[in-house]
């Protein structure tokens, strides 16, 4: 059986090295030339860690650099409403982790960790896809940029939100409004570490809603949400500062205007939700962010993306294992495992989709009522403890995923 894989992103190098390590020809397709990207994921939630340890990949990604976070801290009008220790769910459960993505996809592909199995390309862009001569339903292969063309059973698309295979395939991808974008930024070396405690801190107040926290490399990060359709505010580091600042409890105040020289100009993320009309078709497979990107709330992009190689790598590889040496399925049943991905994936990404806008509306809803954040305020003391409760268990779905993996034999 041959497999063609596009993108090697956290989807993308997962499944191809789990379909290497059990004997599968697979080629792995990536245009960048290294994996240093700019608003690369790194949350691992323990929906995530519980992809990796199906996929047999957890000792590679225990191995690079992270941080377990360690909680959860919101204020409201520069007051603290409430703080939540890792993990939020029952005590065995894995606390959510921060990897360095770039080393890790550099780990996972590095040579001596690299099945004979595995081909990797990098620096070829996939130009578009090959239909087979007898069926011109059936994707039969890619043709690179360099007129090269690979020949495959399975062409796996994990090119992202804007998938040229997808597009290609005709497979439209039925579109959700997200109401904001996300402005990324860094503080570069500080003097003085950040009084954050490891937690991921989310402020809430009359200049809008920012969060940051400490990222796997122990850099500050922050976000701030503005309107979809909003330009990008043209402001210096020390009025960016200035207004996180203003809504931040005192400690991180000073230290946010302390290290405003730090402060990196902003990076915008345009948020894109929504879901392929279908997931496959003949001799193609969409996974991760090319089947259905996510918002940003809770990191789902990449441990959705995980696990739905960790399904992937079960079917395929159960359908590839009776198979003598060399020897293919019937086009037939590689498609039925194609259906069946998707209908054990879908449901899941469907409700994760819906749970993230609720979050998303519960924000805006605060971003939008100055009264209700004021009253917020006032009332910490007394209803802070039993916010923080509530908003624990509208978390659980969201790092837990909604189904158990089940596990390859």
């Not at 005590?91 to 780990?107: F, H, M």
């Not at 939700?273 to 193609?284: F, S």
Request: proline share 7%.
């Amino acid at each position: 059986m041959r497999v063609v894989v596009v993108g090697a992103g956290p989807a993308g190098a997962s499944l191809a090295l789990a379909l290497a390590r059990a004997g599968i020809a697979t080629t792995l397709v990536e245009a960048a030339t290294n994996f240093n990207r700019e608003l690369r994921g790194e949350a691992l939630m323990p929906s995530g860690l519980e992809a990796l340890a199906a996929l047999g990949l957890a000792p590679i990604a225990a191995a690079v650099p992270q941080r377990a976070l360690a909680g959860w801290a919101v204020a409201v009008q520069g007051r603290l409403l409430f703080e939540l220790d890792e993990p939020l769910g029952a005590s065995d459960e894995a606390a959510c982790t921060l990897v360095n993505q770039t080393v890790w996809l550099e780990r996972l592909l590095c040579p001596a960790a690299r099945p004979s199995a595995l081909t990797l390309l990098t620096g070829q862009p996939v130009k578009q896809l090959l239909r087979d001569d007898s069926s011109a339903a059936r994707i039969s292969g890619v043709t690179l940029a360099t007129g090269q063309q690979l020949q495959a059973d399975l062409v796996v698309a994990c090119d992202g939100r804007a998938s040229l295979l997808r597009r290609q395939a005709g497979l439209a991808l039925i579109g959700q409004d997200s109401p904001i974008d996300v402005l990324w930024f860094r503080y570069a070396e500080t003097p003085t570490a950040p009084p954050l405690a490891g937690r991921f801190y989310t402020l809430v107040g009359d200049e809008g809603i920012g969060s940051l926290f400490c990222n796997a490399s122990g850099q500050v990060q922050l976000g701030w949400v503005i309107d979809h359709l909003a330009p990008t505010p043209l402001r210096s580091a020390a009025e960016w500062s200035a207004r996180l600042a203003s809504q931040a409890p005192p400690p991180l105040a000073s230290w946010l205007l302390a290290n405003a020289a730090c402060l990196t100009a902003p990076v915008r993320l345009s948020v894109q939700v929504g879901m392929a009309e279908r997931w496959w078709q003949p001799g193609l497979l969409l996974l991760g962010d090319a089947a259905h990107p996510m918002s940003p709330v809770r990191a789902q992009g990449i441990n959705g993306a995980l696990r739905d190689a960790a399904v992937a790598a079960r079917q395929l590889i159960e359908l590839a294992q009776p198979l003598a040496p060399g020897a293919s399925p019937p086009p037939a049943a590689i498609d039925a495992r194609l259906a069946a991905i998707e209908a054990e994936r879908r449901p899941e990404v469907s409700q994760l989709q819906i749970l993230q806008a609720e979050e998303m509306r519960r924000g805006e809803l605060l971003r939008q009522r100055p009264a209700l954040r004021c009253l917020l305020a006032a009332t910490a003391p007394l209803l802070g403890g039993l916010i923080g409760r509530r908003w624990r268990s509208q978390q659980l779905q969201l790092r837990q995923g909604i189904n158990r993996l089940t596990l390859r034999p």
